[in-house]
C-alpha cells in the first residue's frame, strides 16, 4: 500500500480545506508537525471543491489551495471541482 | 425582458490547454528542428509532445493572482520580523550559522534553477513543458529574492552574511553547491529536469525544507519559516513537474528508459551528498532540536520512495544505484560533516563549536549505534582541548571526491572506521572519489569533470588571491591572503562560536552574560 | 564512456601537472578519522622521503595525542590503497610518487583515542 499526502500552512485559511479533506477520505489522518497540516493517506486522497464551500458559505476556487499548501505526495490530477493524489500501481 | 444565457464557463483543463499550447504552432519558415537545436541529442525521443500533461493548471493570471498574495502575506511577516527585532527571539545565536549557510549555499541555486529553467523553457519543442519551466522559472528567482530579503535582516547584526554572491563563487565548501548545479544546467534539457525537477525538486526537496522549517519554527526564525512555507507552496508544483516529466519520458519510448535510469543513479547520489551540509544543520545546529537527519531521512526518503519506485517499477525502473548506501550513510554523514567543518573552521564563513553535554546526549539517543563509538570521542577530545585553549584548528588543505568535490570524509559502506577511497586514471592523470558512485558519474562523462574547480587545487595553482597580490613578498602569508580573496573578515566570520562577536552580541542583546545565555 | 553533446566537447583539465609549483601528494593517517579527511600538498619532487614524518606532517597531524609516539620505522604505507614500502632516504620521485598520487599510513598500535579511530 502506498502513502499519499498534502501539506498546508497551519492557519484559519487552511482550516475548512483541511476540515473537507478530513470528511471526504475516511483513511485520512492528520498530523501537526511544527507550523503545518499534514494529512496521509491510504493510495488516494481527494480534495472536493463544493466540500470546502459547504464549509465556508461563499466561492472558493480550488487554486486557492496554493496560498497555503507546503508540500505533498502522489500524483495529481486537477479540475474546476476536484484534486486528486494517487499512486497508480 | 430575455433572461440572461449564463454561458457555462470552459473547464480548467480546457482553459489551460487553450492559454498555453493552444497558443503555440509549427513553424514553416524554418524547419521546428531548427527553431528546437536542443531536445534531441540526448537521445530521448518523444514521439507525441501532445501525451504531455500539463502538471499544475494555473493560468497566468492565477498565477499572478496566488502568487501575489502570497507575497503580499510574506513580506508583511518579514516586516513585521523586523520592526519587532525578531532577530532577539532565536534560541542562540548559534542557530545563525545554519542561516549563514542557507544564504551563502542555497540561495544561489535558486539563482541558477531560474537561469535553468529560463534556458529550458525555451529549448523544450513542446509548449506544455515550456511553459511548465518558464513558470518554475519565474519561481526560482522569487525564491532568491524572497530568501535574499527575509535574510537580509539578520545581516544587520550578525557575521558572515555579507556576500554571499562573492563567497559562492569562491569559497571552498560553496564549490559543492554551485558543481552541482553547473553540473545539472550544462546538461541537455532532459537531463536538466531529471536532474532538478525530479531527482531533486522530487525525491529529496524535503529533506531541505519541511524538518528544517520545523527547525527554523522552533528556534523562534519566523522569517526563515515563513519564506520556508511560502517557498514550498512552489515546490509542490516543482515537484508535479519533475514526476509529469519521467512519466513522460518513460512512457514516450522503451529506448528512453536507460537513459533516464543512468540520470536518476547519477543524480539521486550528487543530490544525497549535496545534502550532507543540510544533515549537519540539522543535527548540530539547531540548539533545539526538532528531529534527526536520520528520522527525516526515513520519513522523507525511504518511506516515500518506496511509494514512488514502486509507481516507476512499471516502466522498468529501479531504485537508484547508490540507494542502500545513503539509507547505510544516514548514521554516519551529519557527523562526519559537522566535524570536517569543526576541523577547517578558520576558513569558513560560520562558525563552529562543540557541541553541549545535553546535545550529545540527544546525538546518541538519535544514534545509539554510532555516535558514541565513533563521533562522541573526538568531540569529547576537543571540548578538553578547548578548555585548555588548544582549540583545534586544521591548517593543511583537504584532499576532496573530484565529483561531489567534498573532503573526502565519508567511510567504507560496512566499515565507518575506515575513510574510502577510490581512483581512476584519465589521459594519464589519476582523479579520486569519495565513492564507487562518485567514480562512476566520472566515468561517464570524464570530459566534464576533469575541468572540475577543487577549491584546494585552485589554491595551490595560485588562483584563490586578490588581484596585485605578491605571493613572493615578504611576510606572505597564503591562508590570509586567500580568506581575502573569500572576503571573508577574519575574527568576525570565521573560528568558534565561543569567543565570536556573535556570540557576545547577542549576550549583550538579550541582556545575558554570555554564559547565562547558555541553556 | 563520454559526454553527450552537439558539437565537439574536449575542454583542458584543471589540475594537470604543469599547472601546479610541484606534484601534488594526498596523504591521510588511518584510523585517524579526526581529521575529517587526508590532506592535499605540493611537494616538491625531491623531498626526502623521511622529511615527511620529521619536517611535514607534524604541522598537519601533530595535534593528536598518538602523533609524538609514532615510529616512523614501524609504520605501514599504503599507495592507491596498495601496501607500499617506501625508501625513508629516497626523494618522493625516486620512491616512485607522481603529481596527484595517494599515500596512506597506518601507526600500528596507535589507532585513535582510546583506539577509537578517532
Known sequence: MSNVFIAFQDNEDSRPIIEAILTDNAAAQATYPTGLVKIDAPDRLVIRRESIEELTGRPFDLQQIHVNLVTLSGRIDEDDDQLSLSWIN | MDTPVIKKKIGLKERYAAMTRGLAWDTTYQLMDKVFPYDKYEGIKIHDWDKWEDPFRLTMDAYWKYQGEKEKKLYAVIEAFAQNNGQLGVTDARYLSALKIFLTGVSPLEYYAYRGFAHVGRQFTGAGARVACQMQSIDELRHNQTQTHALSHYNKYFNGMHSPKHMYDRVWYLSVPKSFFEDAYTGGPFEFLTAVSFSFEYVLTNLLFVPFMSGAAHNGDLSTVTFGFSAQSDESRHMT????????????????????????????????????????????????????????????????????????????????KGWTQACEGKDHISHQTFAVFYNYAAAAAFHTWVPEEKEMAWLSEKYPETFDSLYKPRWDYWREQAAKGNRFYQKTLPMLCQTCQIPMIFTEPGDATKIAYRETEHKGDKYHFCSDHCKDIFENEPEKYVQAWLPPQQIYQGNCFKEGVDPSAEGFDPLLAVLDYYNLKVGRDNFDFEGSEDQKNFATWCGDSVEGVKK | MSVVSLKLYDFPAKDLRENFPAPLLFIGWDEHLMFGAPIALPLPSDTPFGALGSAVLPGIYGYHPDFNKIDWNTVAWTKSGQPWKPDLGKSLAENGLKHKDVIRFRTPGLNGLNSSCN
Not at chain 2, 247 to 267: A, S, T
Not at chain 2, 270 to 284: E, H, K, N, P
Open chain 2, 241 to 320: 513537474l519533475g514526476i509529469e516529466c519521467i512519466k513522460f519520458m518513460l512512457e514516450q519510448d522503451p529506448d528512453n528508459v536507460p537513459i533516464v535510469q543512468r540520470w536518476i543513479d547519477k543524480w539521486f547520489w550528487r543530490g544525497y551528498r549535496l545534502l550532507s551540509i543540510v544533515a549537519m544543520m540539522q543535527d548540530y545546529m539547531l540548539p533545539k532540536r526538532v528531529m534527526s537527519w536520520r528520522e527525516s531521512w526515513e520519513m522523507y526518503v525511504e518511506k516515500n520512495g518506496e511509494s514512488l519506485f514502486r509507481d516507476l517499477a512499471r516502466y522498468g525502473i529501479r531504485k537508484p
